[in-house]
């Protein structure tokens, strides 16, 4: 046996050079390249392996580093590179010890959720403890193997912690496992504490060997097809909830064809959004919470509800409330068993498009009413209507954010991809965004995390050079986590960001009123001389500040003008952010849905007291779905 003598640092970076994935016959390079900040922790261990790829003949010897600000924002580039890639291919990331490490938590736990795979590699304390405590070790009196990366077990599919050379390849191969396993995947971490990372070991060759990871179209049960169509068959108005699930899979032609087919429409949850475009009449758009009138309304009489690949947050049902007919059954559409499970629905654990396949041949000669299809088709219609009156509402004197939509989707092309996360954006996009291709709406609700937006653009951009990545972003998102302008900026990687400013959280300041909370701290103004916070507004200049990261920017006052910023904005090679105020009480469009937020249930206040009243009363139709 041909034994390799490296550091665990260089061994590891050379076996993530070999790793690919295989689905439909086209291969992949799994890690494509490696985020990361240096510290003790990392530097001379993983940081070394690095270089030496970098600076070896083979461009590809390990995967390319790539330098960030924020660790977190790190995680949110890697998952976001993994969703455009529709999970064939990945990011890993290096952290030192101590916060650097901890910084990552919020984006494992943000990859987990969304199913999106990231390998994380945060440095941890000396395995042989020789100096304990080492610089930022936590110390645990009970315990002296704990570290502060123990805070990754419960947000990671996969932990493991590298205390001796001998555990790497074992590791390694388990991480591969889940981070290419459809139904698992999500952030895999390693931690690798700072002494092993440096320790060298005789590694044997085939450790380095291509290897190639098939991620299968996992075919569905027969048996449980055949339930499905029984419950299918016996449907006068089905309608189907199309999740990420069927994004992931490539499944958004198999669907298409399906409900055309069988005259059923889809409504789609924020994740499976870009599954159908939105001119087909029979695309409802947006279901929940955030849905639009049409979905809703097919959702309150539906009597047989196909959800494929969705996990039914309580946005998608509305808290249980949105399937309001009484008997309604589902048949969930799942890779993973856990999610095919929920609504007492009937399973088919399979691939989205290998089940719709399936489910196609066992309801052949079936379809349903064309009464049915027509009054989808109207009911999608009437909502086109509502968005174009918001696309063009013209409000005075601030722009509503709708128009700011409509605008970015006028001018967007075909491919081009909106990406959001946080604030009132996400439910206006979900309602209002007119979807054209698959890969052309990304917005992480998964976590719904202030401060991906810039990153996760950094991450699509990086994932996928040939789109136009339009990153939009509320001004509370902004403050938390622009750091990654400068990532963009350093590597040449071109995004459009538009920076919409409402001075607050326009978001959570309407969910305050409704349930009675006045907007209670919402808002970015200056304490008054009542000692609370309703002064004038912060003299906050985020186009400045943009500036200053070096983006190009351009301001604009009215809705025309910002159609010409966003013009040259898209037609420019630099990253540019364009700035526009908005009025933070004109909401999108209403499709009267509900989301359960628990209102005090005793109060001084009156408004609190009128809210809890609503809240009681709406709670009265929320459903177990048993
Ligand atoms: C990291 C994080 N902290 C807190 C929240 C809760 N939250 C959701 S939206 C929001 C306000 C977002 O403000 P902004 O980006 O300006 O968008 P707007 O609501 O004004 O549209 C807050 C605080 C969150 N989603 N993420
Ligand atoms: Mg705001």
Wanted: hydrophobic share 45%; with cysteine.
């Amino acid at each position: 046996m041909t034994a390799i003598r490296l550091t665990v640092g260089q061994a590891l970076v050379r076996f993530l050079a070999a790793q690919r994935t295989e689905r439909d016959g086209t291969r992949h390079r799994l890690i494509e390249g490696c985020f990361g900040i240096f510290g003790h922790g990392n530097v001379a261990g993983l940081g070394q392996g690095l270089l030496e790829a970098e600076l070896a003949p083979d461009p590809e010897a390990g995967p390319r580093y790539l330098q960030g600000r924020n660790e977190q924002a790190m995680v949110h580039a890697a998952v976001a590179f993994a969703r455009t890639r529709n999970r064939m291919s990945a990011l890993a990331c290096t952290s030192s010890v101590g916060p650097g490490a901890t910084n990552m938590v919020t984006g494992a736990a943000l990859a987990t959720i969304n199913r999106l795979p990231v390998l994380l590699l945060p440095g941890d304390v000396f395995a042989t403890r020789v100096a304990d405590p080492v610089l930022q070790q936590l110390e645990q009196p009970g315990s002296q193997d704990i570290s502060v990366n123990d805070a990754f077990r419960p947000v990671s599919r996969f932990f493991d912690r590298i205390w001796r050379p001998e555990q790497l390849p074992s590791a390694l191969l388990a991480a591969m496992r889940v981070l290419t396993d459809p139904a698992e995947t999500g952030a895999v971490t390693l931690a690798l504490p700072q002494d092993v990372q440096a320790e060298a070991h005789d590694w044997p060759a085939e450790l380095f060997r291509e290897r190639v990871w098939h991620i299968p179209r996992t075919p569905p049960d027969p048996v449980a097809v055949a339930r499905a169509a029984e419950v299918i068959r016996s449907a006068r108005r089905p309608l189907i909830v199309a999740g990420g699930g069927v994004i992931y899979s490539a499944a958004a032609e198999a669907l298409r064809s399906f409900a055309g087919l069988f005259g059923i429409p889809v409504g789609q949850t924020q994740a499976g959004k870009g599954s159908m475009r939105s001119d087909d009449p029979l695309c409802a758009g947006a279901i929940g919470a955030t849905g639009t009138t049409a979905a809703n309304q097919l959702a309150a009489r539906a009597d047989v509800v196909i959800g494929i690949g969705t996990r039914w947050t309580d946005f998608t049902t509305a808290s249980r409330t949105v399937f309001a007919e009484p008997g309604v059954r589902f048949v969930n559409i799942n890779v993973a068993s856990f999610d095919a499970a929920k609504q007492s629905g009937v399973a088919v654990v399979a691939d989205a498009r290998a089940a719709l396949e399936a489910l196609a041949g066992a309801l052949t000669g079936w379809s349903a009413e064309p009464a049915y299809r027509a009054r989808a088709a109207e009911l999608a219609a009437r909502w086109q209507a509502t968005v174009e009156a918001a696309y063009t509402a013209r409000h005075e004197p601030l722009p509503a954010q709708a128009e700011v939509i409509g605008v970015v989707n006028e001018v967007s092309g075909e491919r081009d991809v909106v990406l959001c996360a946080a604030g009132s954006m996400p439910g206006d996009l979900h309602k209002l965004w007119r979807t054209r291709d698959p890969g052309g709406y990304h917005v992480e609700y998964g976590y719904s995390c202030m401060g991906y937006e810039i990153a996760g653009g950094l991450g699509a951009k990086l994932a996928a050079p040939d789109r136009e990545v339009f990153v939009l972003v509320g001004d509370g998102s902004y403050l938390m986590m622009a750091t990654e302008l400068v990532t963009a900026v350093q590597e040449g990687i071109k995004l459009v960001v538009v920076c919409v400013d409402n001075h607050g959280f326009a978001s959570i300041g309407n969910l305050s009123e409704s349930v009675g909370s006045q907007r209670f701290g919402t808002s970015y103004r200056f304490r008054g001389p009542d000692g609370r916070l309703d002064g004038g507004y912060l003299p906050v200049d985020l186009a400045a500040n943009a500036a200053s990261l070096g983006v190009d920017v351009l301001r604009a006052q009215t809705i025309e003008e910002f159609r010409l910023a966003l013009v040259k904005a898209r037609a420019s090679d630099r990253t540019t952010l364009v700035h526009i105020e908005t009025d933070p009480l004109q909401a999108a469009p209403p499709s009267d849905a509900w989301w359960d937020v628990p209102v005090a249930e005793v109060a001084e206040l009156a408004t609190t007291r009128g809210a809890r009243t609503a809240y009681e009363e709406a709670k009265q139709r929320q459903r177990p779905y048993l």
